[in-house]
């Protein structure tokens, strides 16, 4: 085996290749994809972009998440680079919270390894390609990592990212002469406070019946100390009282989901969702906290993710939890029964400090199949313990008059003054 440094150049002398992106922690932490393109380094189509949802193109096939085959001699003549790329966002984690990456590029007769350097905030690598050198090829072992995330680096190479279908206004429904086509892409986002869209979409009908759809709360907790690389290094503490809002379409009435003791809902009935519990904080089995609901992919209205941070836990800020955010994973389930490591996934990371008791930091929408999330977060009234709530036309309300109101659990037993009702009408 021979190891080869960042920005070298090496002829290979094989027609077949396995590269493999290999680490020491934690499991599963990154997945491999490859991306063929031509002389002016984009792809031909987005058929050319190999990843789960797509896992082989004309001489490059995906083997697992973490390897990729090449055969030169199948490549098509018009491309000119097969570069292969690591992500680390599917998990959440930047790739200076990995150990022990290395990439090896193996043949019959040749084995190059490459230990990437330098990597700390990216959540993505452009680890090494595979390039045309006059009639042979040649292994470029580029190391480059992305902090803007796999839409920038999907972008620069000419694949096109976060299309989101376009959905008629409830009041006013338009007729779809024919039905869209199904999107079998792998949705990987990450919607900051900086991106410049807050919406992302996952097409749930590509999935069969025993796909499973979840959507929850992270936090660090309050006090959480990181290292340089924004790695944790001990979870704080503190509660999050998260609540979901679930809204009919057809009738206007609402429920709330909580994962309090008679609030927590039932995959059987509407709105077909289920609470795993309270969360006790961060710290326990060294993992951060966690808050989620499963979800049957249904067309079950809207859903509002409320965090309520006053009373009990005191006025503040919710990003002074450590770093809260919010992720909607359907796929196939893992041995936990939750979505697995190749499910599409939405991450909302929560900022934007408010003095708000109240804020919704997602809302989710299913309609003809297609989940879409606004991950914008928005505050309740300065002061005001009213659950923010969405009015019978699904408008976003700060204040409603006859909703539910936050209080405290510890002098009350429940976190709220009601859990059901009617929306309010449009004002």
């Known amino acids: 085996m021979v190891e080869v440094a960042k920005g070298s150049k090496t002829d290979l002398v094989d ?10 922690g934690p499991a599963g932490a990154v997945d491999v994809s490859a991306v063929l393109v031509t002389a002016d ?7 050319d972009f190999v990843f789960f949802n797509n896992p082989a193109a004309p001489g490059v ?28 966002e599917a998990q959440g984690l930047r790739f200076g919270e990995v150990t022990g990456l290395r990439v090896s590029v193996a043949g019959t007769a040749q084995t190059l390894s490459f230990l990437p350097p330098g990597l700390d905030s990216e959540t993505v690598l452009q680890a090494v390609a595979l390039y045309r050198r006059g009639s042979g090829w040649r292994l470029d072992a580029i190391g480059q990592g992305y902090s803007a995330g796999l839409a920038a680096f999907a972008t620069e190479h000419g694949i096109v990212v976060d299309e989101e279908p376009t959905v008629p206004p409830a009041v006013a429904p338009q007729p779809v002469p024919v039905a869209p086509a199904v999107d079998l892409r792998k949705v990987d986002v990450v919607l900051t406070k900086d991106s410049p869209d807050k919406r992302a979409s996952i097409d749930l009908r590509k999935g069969d019946p025993g796909f499973v759809l979840t959507v929850g709360l992270e936090w660090d907790g309050r006090g959480a100390q990181y290292d340089p690389s924004g790695r944790v290094t001990k979870f704080g503490k503190g509660d999050l009282d998260v609540y979901f809002f679930c809204r009919n379409e057809i009738t206007g009435d609402y429920v709330v989901i909580s994962g309090e003791k008679g ?46 941070q006053s009373v009990d836990n005191g006025a503040g800020a919710i990003d002074t939890f450590g770093r809260p955010r919010v992720r909607v994973r359907y796929g196939r389930p893992g041995p936990d029964g939750f979505p697995g490591p190749d499910a599409d996934q939405i991450t909302v990371v929560i900022g934007n400090g408010k003095n708000s008791f109240w804020a919704t930091v997602a809302h989710i929408d299913v309609r003809d199949g297609i989940l879409t999330v606004d991950g914008t977060t928005r505050y309740s009234r300065a002061f005001s313990e009213k659950m923010p709530v969405l009015d019978t036309a699904g408008t976003w309300l700060r204040s409603a008059k006859n909703g539910p109101v936050g209080r405290s659990k510890s002098s009350n037993g429940l976190g709220l003054s009601h859990y059901a009702g009617r929306c309010p009408d449009p004002r």
Not at 15 to 24: P, S
Not at 284 to 301: C, D, F, K, M, Y
């Open 61 to 88: 096939r995906l083997e697992s998440d973490a390897v990729v085959s090449v055969d030169l001699s199948a490549v098509p003549a018009d491309i000119h680079r097969v570069v292969i790329a690591g992500s680390t």
């Open 41 to 47: 380094g984009r792809v031909r189509s987005d058929a």
């Open 15 to 24: 027609g077949r290749y396995t590269v493999r992106i290999d680490l020491d």
């Open 263 to 308: 609030h927590q809902g039932d995959l059987a009935a509407w709105p077909f969702i289920h609470h795993q519990g309270d969360s006790r904080g961060p710290g326990t089995s060294n993992l951060p906290a966690t808050e989620q609901v499963v979800v049957r992919p249904t067309e079950n209205g809207d859903l509002l993710l409320n965090v309520y």
